[in-house]
C-alpha cells in the first residue's frame, strides 16, 4: 500500500501546474464532453506509465543494490531540482481536435508525457518499490486526482492555485525521498 499511497501523492503533486494538465485544461476549453476527455487521460496515463513503470522495473534488475540505491536517490533529487522549472503548454496539435475529444485526449496526453516530471517519476518509483501493478494504480490515480478537477472546471480557476508554491512542495517531496531512499532502502 506504501507504493500505491507514495506513487498517488508524489505524481498528484508533481502534476500540478505541469504541462500536462495544462494540456488537460486546453482539452477542457476545446471539447465539451468532459467525460471523453478523463476517458482519454485515464487510458493514456495507464499505457504510458506501465511502460514507464516496466522500464523502472526492468532496470533495477540489472544495478546493485547499492548502486541502485544511488540511482534512485540521485533520480528523486534530480526530478526535485526538476520541479522547480515552470513548464509552459506546448503549442497544442489541432490536427488530433478532427477525431473528437477522446482519441484527441489519448494521443495528445500520450505524446506530452513522453519524458515528462511525472513519467520519470513513474520509473523511479517503480524501480524504489518493485511493485509494477501498485505504481502504476498509484501514478495512474495521481494524473487523475490532478486534472479530473481541470478538466471539469474548465477554464474557469485555473489561475488561482499557488503553483510556484505547490512547486517547491513538490521539489522538497522528491527531496525527502531521495533522502530516505539513501537512509533506509
Known sequence: MEALFTSALTVCIAEIGDK???????????????????????????ANHLLAAWLG???????????????IAASFFAIALWMLVPDKADDEDSRFYRYGPFLATFVLFFLAEMGDKTQISTVVLAAKFQALTLVVLGTTL??????????????MGGGKLPVRLIQRICALLFSLLGLATLLWY
Open 142 to 155: 495521481g494524473i487523475l486526482l490532478a486534472n479530473v478537477p481541470v478538466v471539469m472546471a474548465g477554464s
Open 57 to 71: 522495473h526492468w532496470t533495477i534488475a540489472w544495478l546493485t543494490p547499492t548502486m541502485a540505491r544511488y540511482l
Open 20 to 46: 500536462t494538465q495544462l494540456l488537460a485544461l486546453l482539452l477542457a476549453a476545446r471539447f465539451r464532453q468532459k467525460t471523453a476527455i478523463i476517458t482519454g487521460i485515464l487510458l493514456s496515463t495507464l
